[in-house]
């Protein structure tokens, strides 16, 4: 026979369950710090930048790209029927509400390529360099990327199934990283015709729960708290009426 007191501890192992797969979806960003070389694009000769790459949650799906099983993986998203890649990107001077790219002339120009000896490449933007939602010191958004290679990161592609990259880099790649080859970085504006280069000197991979899953821990463990409270209401009452 099923009883009450069975029901009430499935339902708060259940609570258990739920709120820890609710902190399982995460976000990740990408924080690459530099100094620009010169000046152009609105940026001064030697100024300190750095830009925060949002990537998207694919909650376990594997987004479109290619995926190289000795060297690399490569998430690219070069057309607007690809699944997007970021979510948005922030950093020094930039102002606006990032938009994907909706139309081929404008297709997206953003991706990934992570090597097996700690290189990372990392890009967004949009191919006709505009339509992006996004201003850079007051001009029109285009792209910004970086290439270099860093100290203590590793990658490991050793299959052809290209990974979920919001749990890849979630699950040990989170942490500060110093560069130990830096190869190219630029910021560019007003369609490419105005760009500025810069070193990078610096990256922060962070991953922390999606705000929507706050919210839901926060919901399950209300629900758990009132149904022991209630319970113990109850047990009180029962006692009191056994005296």
């Not at 339509?131 to 970086?146: K, P, R």
Request: proline share 4%; aromatic share 10%; glycine share 10%.
């Amino acid at each position: 026979m099923i009883t009450l007191k069975f029901l009430r501890c499935v339902g708060l192992a259940s609570l258990v369950t739920l709120t820890a797969s609710a902190l399982k979806a995460q976000m990740v960003s990408f924080t690459v710090h530099g100094t620009t070389n010169s000046a152009g694009a609105g940026y001064a000769s030697g100024q300190a930048v750095s830009f925060t790459f949002y990537l998207q949650s694919f909650d376990g799906a594997t987004p479109t790209g290619l995926a190289t099983a000795a060297d690399n993986y490569a998430w690219v998203e070069e057309y607007i029927t690809d699944p997007a890649i970021f979510a948005s990107i922030s950093g020094t001077g930039i102002t606006g509400s990032w938009t994907r790219p909706s139309t081929p002339s404008d297709d997206p120009a953003s991706g990934i390529n992570a090597y097996s000896t700690g290189r990372l490449q990392m890009l967004i933007g949009a191919d006709g360099g505009t339509g992006t939602g996004l201003l850079i010191n007051g001009g029109e958004f285009s792209q910004v990327h970086f290439d270099a290679t860093f100290n203590d990161l590793t990658f490991d592609p050793i299959t052809d199934t290209l990974p979920d990259p919001s749990a890849y880099f979630a699950a040990t790649l989170a942490g500060s990283y110093t560069v130990a080859t830096h190869h190219n970085a630029y910021i560019y504006r007003n369609g490419w015709s105005e760009h500025v280069q810069f070193t990078v000197t610096g990256l922060t991979i962070t991953a922390v729960p999606e705000p929507s899953t706050y919210a839901l821990a926060a919901g399950l463990v209300v629900l758990g708290s009132a149904a022991i409270r209630r319970r113990r209401q109850r047990r009180t009452a029962e006692r009191k009426q056994g005296c």
